[in-house]
């Protein structure tokens, strides 16, 4: 059995974890923490918890917990691990984080974007980006996992295979995604009232939003990959107007317009995406694109022709859901891609990374069919 | 016109009067009260009124705002106007209170209910029990108005022919309750979340909700009128087990249960009254009771025989829908009523009542219909 | 492996069926049965079941089925199984019916209510009611299960301590239901589309529901039960008035209220039922009955004195809460139940039924907490 | 007082016009209009107007009623006006018309995307488009109004003042439009049932919504006019590779990208729009075009800078709110834009033409502020 510890139980990316590893026939959770609860019963905190887990929340404590565990997770605030984090912990247990600390290897843009000072900026090199589908390999042998944010896994997810094709124009990336209220957490503000969200749509961060960077440095990667692909070295690398050297690592991310948009409904995601193709290709030409990153995907759902993706198809589960229409007169494609942004965006992403570090099945307790209605 | 003043004019109920004083043609709002966005731009508070209302929110004064209003509308927390009204308050502007500082007649149920000191006794006697419907007459000449609770307006408007007329045993009310969220307030607090209200239904305060005593008097009320009626004098009244003199208000009071829920959506509350018949009543008898109390009453409206009310049809606006279903055979009735919280169930009474101090007609600038979908 | 099938199998409870056999891993699904979508894919008709369900549907052919399948489940309209059940049938596989066909025992009681003949009332008596926490014993053997219904499982489970205790006159009875939408079905309706329901509560077949007489039914066994417990017989078995003899099934039935509403949430049922207490029990004295036939079941959660239940807790698993309010001074206790409707309240205590029927622990497949938010 | 009839007031949009035509001084209805409900109570189909409204809906006979009546609301499927529009109902009634009908000036394009033949095309040349903001000068003498679409006046007055100065590539345009559900209409479809809704947010129509073609004409226009401002003809104007003559109505149309999304709620529209500036414009720069256009517009609210419009601002008016973000360092713009979809999208913009055709205050009875919550 896999000793799995939980700091930050009681959010809503910690809670679902709870009920994802308490399903998981190979893992025991040996820690709930909570900071905000500290010896609360944890099933006070969530009723549907009541008779099932009968556990106390600790307060967090990363080291002790590090001897504990042979996994830990971190569904925190920013700045919560990078403040805490040392190599003693690391060399007791795996660490999947899912904060933003350690998914953007630019400190200057963490900085920038974050408003905080990154505490920890040894352990950045190491830390794998935990997309599970694109990083398979490095996760691997990882003993710090940044776990991808929400938005950002249905935005790559949605676009990879279009960008490592060289199929669209990169500077010409729109991503206009939609997201259920739970990515908004669980602390007390008026805005996240019930009232102030039902009956109504709104767009937030606009411009400004921090997972933009993540989603333009990880792409700015797939579009490279092509170009060393190609040209066997990335020394001449460009996108746009800018040059690019291969030791910037954030030299090369994209740059991308990402719009999120608060959707009345408790979970899921969906990304609209708009690019101009880079030659005319067909919906088929892109579909084999599709097909050769995705097929043998257990996680990627690439939809029949003419199927766009809804959210309420992929709810309570690991699956991601993506399809395109192409307007080919106009060269142009539009591309949506849905998850729940609680399983696949944050805390079922989580798991497939702890299977893949621990040897198992990738999909082993994440098989669940999505729930419906 | 009417200069009218609001203390709380950013809760829902506040910002519902706001709406409908703006829509009055003989109302002028002369004060938006704010303790908690004091200097704030009520229109950055609520962005449906940009470009409408182009003034700040000013601080709790209510000695100073009676000097420029002729009434006052308090929709504060419990206590709040009894902590502050004095003499030259009231003779200067009729005060029209949302909250329930003055509902109660008898000092010590409410001080057990609201577990608060009530500070200004000496009012009580004097405050008039808005509920229009039942208390005109009264509220033509009053200073002082005790606006009803927004269930107890449903329960007693759907109980109140029934209980006038004896035709139910009054020890046998059940009150079954339904709440849109908007009843909870615009406080921030996890319980009120987007994610926590959605999708699920829940009862609250069971047995002890604050409301049942305001109920239980107002019907106890009329169920006394009845009997007084009939005696000429109440001195040998009883209910149930209960010896009542006409010195005691409390003493009339119903015993009844009275059970809550709250409902994911905005508004709307829909009472379900349970009752047994006192007599072998057939719908038709039942029905005439209805139409002798309810026929000329411009907001209340009793539906057609089989067609049971819906919160959808009074939304947005000041009516109250009202039917009922009997089981002959066992001498049972079911009655429902239903109307929008903030208006009828709040504001909207607030401004009739209004209406009525200032001898305009009594629906005036509530005539709106309802608004759907 | 248990070899399934499903006619009825999209409608909301018949998909629920297939996710949750999906998940169970002695039971493997050998027919999509629906009428409506013949040959059509299945996940066509449920995206979410896209790459995971690769079968289309098939017209319903409970004979040829019968022989193909272990057990048969029927989430089908009312008189479906009744006009084409045979002893073949029967002797082939176990059936587990979800309509109301076979859950009445008295044969003028049903068609009085469904308006329609029953076509095989020989199958009547040998059909046992399928609320495996009541009945499980009969369900070992049984061929034929009825399901039970989902407002109906709520109200019993809420109400069977006290009635089985005779711890509550059973004639002051009322139970007040609210349900989630998924609980009106999938057909093409006006009155269910999503601007109709949403924003609104309301109240429908009050004193008119079909599923009241099988409350009536099972809760007056329950009471009769206890009286030939006391007794050693029922020859002298009164309820209220009614006198009764042994051989007539539907005259221990209970008379009691019940009236549904309609909520604008997907899943879940709460029932607030309401009771005279028959003598002057505290709360503890009614959790002790509530404790001697529950603290044993894996499905049944008796929450924490003061935590009522709420649906949001129970969503997507086969729990039912349960706890209760106690008047001691007026002798009168309010109880309130919540489930899943499609799943303890439909499709999840079929696969209940079915691991009773096949020796299976009782909750194989049925043990995943419950999803929120 | 004006006499007004529906055709189609049993739709959302008709009933939405009854709603605000009752709350108009100037109007009196006199025909309830419904091909679906003949000779049932208005009250009947919606029951928030019992007591409001005591007519019977009336069978469809546009000549009959353009005797009676002196406007004529025409909201029914595409092709019923086309296919009984004449020259003596024109003469009789003013005709305003919210299907899409007389929308396009381009039959082809008509054909083309409606997919039915265009049984009037003697009357397009007449009819004027009613998005009155623009329009205002041809409406007033107009005798056939085409109200535009929802989508389409969202997406319109979102990017006008952009397209209508050159400030941004005409080639570029992306229309990420979110609308509620009322806009599905409210006939009976699985699709559109509250389950299938409610939790789901889903793209449809992608590269194929019928009001595309609509706003590219309307926005043609507006950049075509601008052409004209600085050459004083149109005669060599082109938009991207197209050449253009003036003679094409359609010819000047704009190349644009829009997607449609259902979201779970009643009411409302978002659009999100995207576009490449033209040149290296700031904030500031864009907002005097904003302010050019609609600072002296009642009815179109350009926010304060930073505040993007939210759809709950403006329910159950008729306002429209604006802003947008700038990109300053890549010369890209973020727009959105707000409405209510049955209000300034239909019913009430069909008011506010209604009031310019005769000659009455643009805003008369359209001056209600939003309801929230």
Known sequence: MIRAGIIGSTGYAGQELVRLLLMHKDVEIVWYGSHSYVDKSYSEVYGNMFNIVDAKCLDDNLDELSKKADVIFTATPQGYLAGVLNEDILSNSKVIDLSADFRLKNIDTYEKWYKIEHKAPQFIEEAVYGLCELNRESIKSARLIANPGCYTTTSILSLYPLVREHMIDVDSIIIDAKSGTSGAGRSAKVANLY?????SIKPYGVLTH???????????????????????????????QKELSEGNPDSSALSLVFTPHLVPMNRGILATCYARLSDSFTYDDVRKAYDKYYK??????????????????????????????????????????????????????????????????ENEGLKMPPVFP
């Open 195 to 199: 009232c102030e969200v039902n009956e």
């Open 210 to 240: 921090r997972h933009t960077p993540e989603i333009a440095e990880q792409l700015g990667y797939a579009y490279k990959a092509a170009f060393i692909d190609a040209n066997g070295t990335a020394e001449l690398f460009t996108i746009g």
């Open 296 to 361: 043998d995907e257990f996680f990627v759902r690439v939809l029949n022709k003419g199927v766009m993706p809804e959210t309420r198809w992929v709810e309570g589960s690991n699956y991601f859901d993506v399809n395109f229409a192409v307007d080919e007169e106009n060269e142009r494609i539009v591309i949506c891609g849905a998850l729940d942004n609680v399983v696949k965006g944050a805390a079922g992403q989580a798991v497939q990374n702890m299977n893949i570090l621990f040897g198992l099945p």
